[in-house]
């Protein structure tokens, strides 16, 4: 399975830097819709949609990208930026706690603002692509260091109910190796992500960090609610896109919406 990871990242990582960096801006949305209608898909798999009400899901979400993008830059694309943040921090942690109720429908809901929201900003923070991809790495490093932590330290389990697999060690792990890699960074590279303030830099990849774990149990609650291992077969050795995707759409809307404010 290992192995597997491994070749399906050498594949896919050095097709989604070169459209990062060489693709102009309509082609990288177009490119990134497609990613997202097919993470969609499988969304509306989990949600238990019939097949006419996938379509119709489909299109729905074609249509909120293809809508947003044209009145960007405006009020509608930050509202859907905050409306997301505020989704990550507010509904899904009542959730994964169980304090708020979810039906399918709830579920479709969230899957909306999730994606359209992750398609805007990747569409907006290409713009920048070398923080992007600082920013991504920062959720790639955490989920790998949480493996392999979780695997060889693990003992006392994150959210048994939701993923018996996820370890306190394993976080433990992955903030370890982003502290090293957030180092690396100021003492090699010295990105500016805001402004040069290390404070206000040092909190935005501690949350970037705190909600790559969030989004991680999110779909593993989703999952659970729907009685799947993972949420597709299209990447061998990851599962479904929504299983490589997990961490980076709960990231995505806080770290457009700062780059934005800023």
């Known amino acids: 399975m290992l192995s597997h990871r491994i070749l399906t990242v050498s594949v896919l990582l050095p097709i989604f830097l070169a459209a990062l960096f060489g693709l102009p801006r309509p082609a990288w949305g177009a490119l990134m819709l497609a990613v997202v209608l097919l993470a969609a898909f499988e969304w509306a798999k989990l949600a ?3 097949t006419t009400a ?3 899901y489909l299109l729905t979400a074609t249509a909120g990208c293809i809508a947003v993008a044209l009145a960007e830059p405006g009020v ?3 509202a859907l930026l905050a409306i997301g943040v505020v989704f990550w921090l507010g509904a899904v942690p009542l959730w994964l706690t169980g304090k708020l109720a979810a039906t399918h429908s709830h579920i479709a809901v969230a899957g909306f603002i999730v994606l359209v929201c992750a398609w805007y900003a990747l569409y907006l923070l290409q713009a920048t692509p070398g923080r992007l991809l600082a920013l991504l790495a920062v959720v790639w490093i955490a989920d790998t260091a949480a493996y392999f932590a979780g695997r060889r330290f693990g003992k006392r389990k994150l ?4 993923s018996p697999g996820k370890t306190w060690e394993g976080v433990m792990g992955a903030a370890a190796a982003v502290a090293v890699y957030y180092a690396f960074l ?3 590279i ?3 992500f805001l402004g040069g ?3 206000a830099d040092l909190a935005l990849v501690t949350a970037v960090a705190v909600l790559s774990i969030e989004g991680d149990l999110f779909e593993s609650w989703m999952k659970r609610r729907a009685g799947v291992k993972d949420s597709g077969a299209l990447l061998p050795g990851h599962g479904g896109i929504l299983d490589r995707i997990d961490g980076v759409v709960a990231v995505l809307p806080l770290a457009a919406l700062i780059t934005v404010a800023t």
């Open 186 to 188: 100021w003492l090699a």
């Open 190 to 192: 010295a990105p500016d």
């Open 48 to 50: 238990a949609l019939s």
């Open 197 to 199: 303030n290390r404070s």
């Open 76 to 78: 509608a694309g930050i």
């Open 54 to 56: 996938r379509i119709v």
């Open 159 to 162: 959210a048994p109910r939701i």
